[in-house]
């Protein structure tokens, strides 16, 4: 289901959307709502962290390309 909403996005990049998901599906699976909100969290911020550290060395490494 989490991947369905990488598809179809209801709101800008799921913001809200994706961890009351998750915080569901770890009720479901036998978890508490807090400890599925904490997951989607740290996946996000992951994501978040992944993006900036390959993002602006790559954008940098092109505006020196294109600056040649």
């Known amino acids: 289901i989490s991947q369905l909403l990488q598809i179809v996005n209801i709101t800008p990049q799921n913001i809200g959307i994706r961890?009351?998901?998750?915080?569901?599906?770890g009720e479901v699976t036998g978890q508490t709502f807090?400890?599925?909100?904490?997951v989607s969290s740290i996946i996000r911020v992951c994501g978040l962290i992944m993006h900036f550290l390959f993002?602006?060395?790559?954008?940098?490494?092109?505006?020196?390309?294109n600056a040649l």
């Open 34 to 38: 807090a400890v599925g909100l904490l």
């Open 55 to 65: 993002g602006i060395p790559c954008l940098i490494l092109l505006k020196r390309e």
């Open 19 to 25: 961890e009351i998901l998750i915080g569901f599906i």
